[in-house]
């Protein structure tokens, strides 16, 4: 009999489950259940973020992995951008080690350094000491949206104009503090996740720089990571995801995607 293998799927800052592209169906049809997370505030609209605080994603998350977890001889856990941060904190809470599953971060902002990175970015701790200025500040999602593709990039685009609900066009301030504050739990608990780790970020990310994926290797007690060459955040639906797909699969523990779906999947770059 084979055994139940499960992975919960954690979406990044004011995305969905789309932010992880088609890793969904890939792990399905692999034989991995996929269970995909709504964080608190998300698939309704920005303002719904200014409230939530991080406590409440990670109490969500460390309830349905309580839930999942005795379903499964193996559950593993996946993040995507915040969503790494998440999962790096979920598992640090929970004790998440090699008997109970994995643990794979896709494109983990431990540092917002990227190349987009505005110089006055490390000036936003100001805005939160000054009160109701973080609620009232709007974050914008622009080019070039996290993606290198320009075919895919110019999709994403046409989905934003016509209001398509996969993704937030802005976030609040107030929910970059919340990131922050995911960001000093990985900081000083990175040394006590003891499940075997994934890294995947791509060199010319323009939201995180590499420092994170080093960071967290040096940290972490059993990790590995693979560096993608011709993407930029959002690894998962750029040009090098057939590369995030198979090494995640690998890392589970599964044969890769046939050359023959690679092939044809390449042909949409």
Known sequence: MTARVGVIMIHGLGGTQYDLGSLHKILQKAGIDTHAVTLSGHGTRPEDLIPVRAEQWIDMLIAQYRELQPRYEQLHVMGMCMGALLALVLCERVGHTEKQGKLVTLAPPVYIDGWSTPWYANLRSLCYLIPGVASRMK????????????????????????????????????????????????????????????????????????????????????????????????????????QVANSVLEFFGFPPLPERVRRQRGTVA
């Open 139 to 242: 974050v914008e999602e622009g080019e070039p949206y996290g993606i290198k593709n320009t075919l895919v990039r110019a999709v994403v685009k046409a989905k934003f104009e016509r209001g398509d609900n996969f993704h937030y066009r802005w976030v609040p301030m107030a929910c970059i503090r919340q990131v922050d504050r995911l960001r000093s739990w990985v900081f000083a608990g990175a040394r006590n996740i003891k499940a075997p780790t994934l890294i995947v970020h791509a060199r010319e990310d323009e939201l995180t720089s590499l420092r994170s994926a080093e960071f967290l290797q040096a940290r972490l007690a059993d990790a590995r990571t693979v560096v993608l060459e011709n993407s930029y955040h959002m690894i998962c639906v750029d040009n090098d995801r057939d």
